[in-house]
């Protein structure tokens, strides 16, 4: 895709108009989850014809566990627009500080867009199941439907979401960047701008949708346990990365819940990306002011997701890593050309493992 290139500065100064006015080997090794809840495995074209690029085989070796989904590696934007221009990261330097100004609050943590740029993530790429693929359906995932105007953001299980891909419609309009790369790239990025979020890495050049992703495969919560991680499981996500990915609720607040005040977060810190959320979820009673979703209380019980449930208490780094991992391989469902990618991670702004006034409850941005 032919990307669009103006003098920085001009694109900034009409981002914030538009936003705020309107050969290798096949075989890997297939680690055991830490609580022994399954094994990982290889998706889209990696489970099909294995690595054969460098960019490949660094995916492969995320999502299998043996290599890490975060990058702390910060490049700069070329100031020659020739230059910029002959590299494809380029534009994504340019998308990143607009969606800086759009996700981090002004007292530094990050804000409801954020928030909901997490969301539309999980749910644009949930919307794949190893049932369909297998079937001769395989569409959905990570395609950038959500974003489309294929009316998925009518659907009730996106409520909520509208603002924001309202917004991040206006970017791609913008920058003419891809939906399906914009929609993780920006979900991505959002819990970099989180404070002690981790520097995930970036990859680009996946393919558009072509019509809207299947109904019915994203969670509900409430739902049984047993549903959730055989729903998941047909994700190729095991019990051990649920837990994980499950933190996300760490920053979110619930918007559509009967008898639940429009606003309520799911732990005390929702504009930091910490580990409150494991240890409150479980806590009797909830602390005030929470509102803890059904599916995370009956899940965080489960023996199946318990065990690696408590080891992220108190462990900002085991947690944070173990995201990056159960997070890539969600970003990469329904992608069938992930040898073809490019890791464009330099292009995200700096992490922030320290920030002062994190542990301020309910401070928000």
């Not at 969606?99 to 790429?125: E, K, M, S, Y």
């Amino acid at each position: 895709m032919k990307h669009f290139v103006r003098p920085l500065s001009t694109l900034l100064t009409s981002c914030l108009f538009f936003l705020f006015a309107h050969a290798f080997p096949r075989a890997l090794p297939i680690p055991q989850g830490q609580d022994g809840s399954g094994s990982r495995e290889l998706i889209g074209d990696l489970r099909t014809v294995g690595p054969t690029t460098p960019v490949g085989r660094s995916i492969a070796n995320i999502i299998m566990g043996s290599e890490s989904g975060q990058s702390s590696v910060i490049g700069q934007r070329p100031a020659n627009d020739t230059a910029c221009a002959a590299d494809p990261c380029c534009v994504w330097y340019d998308v990143s500080l607009a969606l800086t100004v759009l996700f981090l609050g002004p007292a530094g943590r990050c804000n409801n867009q954020a928030r909901a740029a997490i969301r539309l993530g999980f749910h644009d790429a949930g919307t794949w199941s190893k049932t369909n693929r297998d079937s001769g359906l395989d569409f959905g995932g990570a395609d950038g439907s959500l974003l489309m105007n294929f009316g998925e953001d009518a659907r009730a299980e996106n409520n909520g979401l509208q603002g924001i891909i309202g917004k991040l419609r206006i970017v791609q309009k913008l920058f003419k960047i891809g939906f399906a790369d914009l929609v993780q790239y920006a979900s991505i990025h959002a819990v970099v701008t989180c404070p002690l979020g981790p520097r995930l890495r970036a990859f680009t050049g996946r393919k558009d949708a072509t019509r809207a992703a299947p109904d019915g495969l994203l969670p509900d919560v409430h739902a049984a346990a047993d549903s959730l991680i055989a729903l998941f499981q047909d994700k190729t996500i095991v019990p051990h990365d649920l837990a994980a990915l499950l933190g996300a609720h760490s920053t979110s607040k619930a918007f559509v819940q009967p008898g639940v005040p429009a606003g309520t977060p799911q732990d005390t810190t929702p504009a930091v990306w910490d580990v409150r959320f494991y240890n409150e979820t479980i806590q009797s009673p909830s602390p005030k002011g929470v509102f803890v979703f059904p599916s995370d209380a009956v899940l965080s019980k489960h023996p199946a997701v318990s065990t690696e449930w408590n080891s992220f208490i108190d462990a900002q780094s085991h947690w944070n890593e173990d995201y990056a991992t159960a997070y890539t391989r969600l970003s990469m469902l329904g992608v069938n050309n992930i040898n073809s990618l490019r890791e464009c991670s330099q292009t995200l702004p700096p992490a922030r493992p320290d920030f002062p006034g994190a542990s301020v409850q309910f401070a928000d941005s």
